[in-house]
């Protein structure tokens, strides 16, 4: 019997001590808190702390407390789900006469402290250890600053990329700054559990393959994305491009690219007789013989401009531009051919698109249509568009993007919409959004699509603005 008994007891005061210090821990968090509050005069009613306090509003506009309550959420959530299971491993105890009688060895304990007491409690303690209170800034009437979303996340690489970077010796730098403030996109706090998995990370290690996980990020608002300090990966077996006056009308090496989060393990399986291709715009773009064809032969439809009909409106004019469209970046080869610059904007929906402009000898901008374009104003000789904005946009947004080209098209410069197709009923308000800057028209056709949709092609001159 003191045998049968001795595990048992032995557990049963574990258990019971771990209860005890449970309850410890709330208290002392609790007692924490309050002392917190007096401390900072919350219970007082010294005139210059409820001035400094009350009086001034605006000093606390600044407070995330939505991201403090989160936080304090999140740790009484871990205590709670750490008691419930230690109060249901003794009512199994009790209920479970076999449980009760076996012999439970010190690796088993010790696995069971480790993985169902410690860490929750290590994790709890970690979260509210790194809960930053705002900082006073300033004499005399200080002002409460808080350092942005510090609060809302709990992976340390996070939070110190998001902190704002003081200068050495305390000078302003380059801009004129005393702290380098690095940049995320607002919607990341939306996305905090996919945002702190893929910043999770052993610094100087070999990044995750994980760039679809960072483009769902992107295309979800969470852009710009933070910086990462791990090594990215290649393709075990990546080979020397293809020279540059081969590379721009021939596929690239399929072992260039990391085919890991594709549908498809090489080019010949992206053909558009594929059917589980993986993708489903632009199809046919990896299939250079249909590529060569664009933009320098007729077409039977009066929406398809040539290349050498754009260019001669302002003939030696155009020399950079940019193609924000989804493709291979065949446009930009054509152009490189009439000793034009093109940037083409590329993301890799299904298909590696990104990578094989690149491997073409051709530049692609990694960006979403969330994002500010990073050009200064009036730098542009040409906008493309094409298979991109279509009719799904909202309005509002579209007009946004609209404003933005407009912003980086230089007076004189051209804004070439190819192939904007939507539905005929909603057609007048897509001519309003680009109508609306009273670009000089040099081309506007509109053809019949199909069903009820149509296309509209146009070729559209920036005029010059005065101050």
Same mark, same amino acid.
Request: one cysteine or more.
């Given at each position: ?26 208290? $002392? ?54 008691? &419930?299971?230690?109060?249901?491993? /003794?009512?199994?105890? /009790? ?12 690796? #088993? ?26 900082? =006073? ?5 200080? =002002? ?12 340390? #690489? ?18 004129? &700054?005393? @702290? ?8 990341? /706090?939306?996305?905090?559990?996919? %945002?702190? #998995?893929?910043?999770?990370?052993? $610094?100087?290690?070999?990044? @995750?393959?994980?760039?679809? %996980? ?9 852009? !710009? ?18 020279? *540059? ?57 009066? /929406? ?8 001669? $409106?302002? =003939? ?5 531009? %940019? ?6 970046? &065949? ?20 298909? !590696?698109?990104?990578? &094989? ?28 568009? =094409?298979?991109? +904005? ?7 947004? +579209? ?8 912003? *980086?098209?230089? !007076? ?18 897509? +001519? ?8 000089? @028209? ?16 146009? %070729?559209?001159? @920036? ?5």
């Amino acid at each position: 019997m003191m045998n049968l008994c001795f595990p048992k007891c032995r557990l049963q005061r574990i258990m019971g001590m771990l209860q005890i210090i449970l309850g410890a821990l709330v208290i $002392i968090v609790s007692i924490s808190s309050l002392f917190r509050f007096y401390s900072a005069g919350f219970f007082l009613h010294n005139e210059d702390i409820c001035r400094h306090f009350y009086g001034v509003k605006e000093d606390y506009e600044g407070l995330d407390f939505k991201a403090l309550s989160a936080r304090v959420e999140e740790v009484l959530s871990q205590m709670e789900n750490l008691q &419930t299971k230690l109060e249901s491993t /003794v009512q199994e105890m /009790v209920k479970n006469k076999n449980f009760m009688a076996s012999n439970i060895s010190k690796t #088993e304990y010790k696995k069971f402290l480790e993985e169902e007491v410690i860490q929750p409690l290590y994790s709890a303690h970690i979260s509210l250890r790194q809960i930053r209170f705002p900082k =006073a800034e300033g004499i005399g009437n200080e =002002a409460i600053k808080e350092e942005p979303l510090i609060n809302s996340f709990v992976i340390e #690489e996070i939070r110190k990329y998001i902190t704002p970077k003081e200068n050495r010796l305390g000078k302003n730098n380059l801009y004129g &700054t005393k @702290k380098v403030y690095n940049t995320i996109g607002h919607a990341c /706090v939306l996305m905090k559990k996919e %945002l702190e #998995e893929y910043m999770d990370y052993d $610094i100087g290690s070999y990044c @995750k393959d994980d760039w679809n %996980l960072a483009q769902k990020l992107m295309i979800n608002g969470c852009d !710009p994305l933070p910086r990462r300090r791990c090594l990215t990966r290649a393709s075990k077996l990546y080979l020397r491009p293809y020279s *540059i006056n081969e590379s721009l009308w021939r596929i690239p090496d399929g072992r260039n690219v990391r085919w890991s989060n594709y549908q498809c393990r090489n080019y010949e399986c992206l053909s558009s007789k594929n059917p589980k291709r993986g993708y489903s715009k632009c199809v046919g773009c990896f299939e250079m013989e249909k590529e060569k064809l664009k933009w320098i032969t007729n077409s039977s439809l009066p /929406v398809d401009f040539l290349i050498r009909d754009v260019l001669g $409106i302002k =003939a030696g004019e155009i020399r950079i531009g %940019l193609d924000f469209s989804v493709g291979t970046g &065949t446009f930009a080869g054509r152009m490189r051919e009439q000793n034009v610059t093109i940037i083409s904007t590329a993301l890799n929906l299904g298909a !590696p698109f990104s990578e &094989t402009i690149a491997l073409r000898g051709l530049i692609p901008l990694y960006v979403t249509l969330n994002q500010r374009l990073p050009f200064f104003d009036n730098t542009m000789d040409l906008i493309h568009t =094409a298979g991109f +904005m279509d009719g799904w946009l909202d309005l509002q947004l +579209m007009d946004f993007i609209l404003f933005d080209w407009d912003r *980086i098209l230089r !007076p004189g410069g051209l804004l070439w919409i190819d192939r904007f197709f939507c539905d005929k009923n909603n057609l007048d308000d897509y +001519m309003y959004m680009f109508l609306q800057f009273r670009y000089k @028209k040099h081309k506007w056709t509109i053809s019949p699509k199909s069903g009820d949709d149509v296309f509209l092609s146009a %070729l559209l001159e @920036k005029p010059p603005r005065s101050l």
